[in-house]
């Protein structure tokens, strides 16, 4: 099979993906989400790996307008502990950085560590693991690179500081995403979904009793606007439940209050990856 990702090998999305399917497939590398949406939809991959959420920065909610607009399916998911490293060229010590080169959400998750040392100057690119690659193939030695282990170990850099991120509980939540097919997993107990109210007084109340009322467990609620509605959004959720028939039932009920009722994917909760390897 071919899996897109988005960023280079050894980024966190790749081990994400190697983990979830095995080294044994191809792998290819996106520099946004959009594209690897893309690439399944147009069937140049089988599966797509995406990040939805952090545990500390939160939604990322420009992903829910990539679902809702590209109509894929969820297939599953799987959490990654997020482990930011330092990383230079062996040889290169700590006194010799000047710049420092990383994905543009780092920074913030490693804000106490950076902050030790205010001369060192923050470059963006668009993902970790290339930045690591960059700084080892240029042979930049007034440079370092934010990154995981395994970039470290790909590109033959050393680390100079092991988890320098400000918090240690660091999960990203990611969706495996391909093309729509209904097939629902015999053992599926997780779902999905979105939906969209009316802008009348208590709609969002009546959609949510319908399922505090039920079998399941409402586990995520993310609005996020509508674009063409200005002041109008749209409700992700993910729910969780014992049987399949929990489920349909509830889905059911919530058809007959909200306006509209769109379902991702019904699959199996994802595992937990703690390291790595």
Not at 115 to 129: G, K, Q, V
Request: hydrophobic share 40%; charged share 25%; net charge negative.
């Amino acid at each position: 099979m071919k899996i897109a990702i988005q960023g280079y090998e050894g980024s966190f999305h790749h081990i994400v993906g190697r983990n979830y399917f095995g080294v044994e497939h191809e792998f290819a590398y996106c520099k946004n989400f959009r594209q690897v949406a893309q690439m399944v939809e147009r069937a140049e991959a089988d599966y797509g790996v995406m990040a939805i959420e952090n545990s500390i920065a939160g939604s990322i909610i420009p992903n829910y307008s990539i679902l809702q607009n590209s109509r894929l399916q969820v297939s599953g998911e799987a959490y990654l502990k997020i482990t930011h490293n330092l990383m230079a060229l062996p040889g290169v010590g700590i006194d010799d950085i000047q710049e420092v080169y990383t994905h543009q959400m780092v920074p913030p998750q490693c804000a106490d560590y950076l902050d030790e040392h205010p001369s060192w100057r923050l470059i963006e690119s668009w993902d970790t693991a290339l930045s690591a690659k960059m700084v080892a193939e240029k042979d930049m030695r007034n440079a370092a690179a934010i990154a995981s282990k395994e970039a470290a170990e790909l590109f033959g850099l050393e680390i100079l500081a092991h988890e320098i991120n400000s918090n240690k509980s660091n999960y990203t939540r990611f969706m495996i995403l391909k093309r729509h097919d209904l097939l629902i997993p015999q053992d599926a107990d997780k779902a999905s979904l979105y939906f969209k109210i009316s802008h009348a007084r208590g709609s969002l109340v009546k959609v949510l009793q319908q399922m505090e009322d039920s079998a399941i467990n409402l586990s995520k609620l993310q609005s996020y606007p509508i674009p063409d509605e200005p002041w109008h959004y749209l409700f992700h959720v993910d729910m969780e439940f014992d049987a399949i028939s929990d489920y349909v039932k509830v889905i059911d009920r919530i058809q007959h209050e909200a306006d509209g009722v769109y379902v991702y994917g019904v699959y199996k909760k994802g595992s937990w990856i703690e390291s790595e390897k």
